[in-house]
């Protein structure tokens, strides 16, 4: 086999492994989550419950407005739906990017929510919203009424 199939077939062996060594984080994440729900406990967040900053902060993506990437990739829906103010502590729809079209993940706009909702749930920065906000967290938009 030459060189270079051996590093693909080592490099496929390795993305596997990652896989399944994230999935069993989830898992015990979730486990622990459940446990702190039957202890009436809030899930203790790792970062600081005074920080609750919006994905274009935690981000850095430039798409808030002025911010440096709105001539090449245009202004973020999250930084301007107002509709979505407050909703896990965020402002606009800053702390709820993965229900909403058109925001930015590894660099491109993503599409509707099917399309990017696994990208997403594996984003640091859903988590980090979804920790912060313990069993106040809001996975989904609020229903239209």
Known sequence: MP???QKIAELETEVKELRKANSELKAKILRLEQDNRAAGEKPR????????????EFNKCGREPGGVNVAELGVCPASEWEKQERINSGRRGGRVCWALVGTLCG???QGIYAQKID???NCEFYHYVRLQEGQDFRYALPAKG
Request: hydrophobic share 20%.
């Open 3 to 5: 060189n270079w199939e």
């Open 45 to 56: 967040s790792p970062y600081p419950q005074k920080s609750r900053l919006n994905c274009w």
């Open 119 to 121: 990208t997403c749930s």
């Open 107 to 109: 660099g491109r706009v």
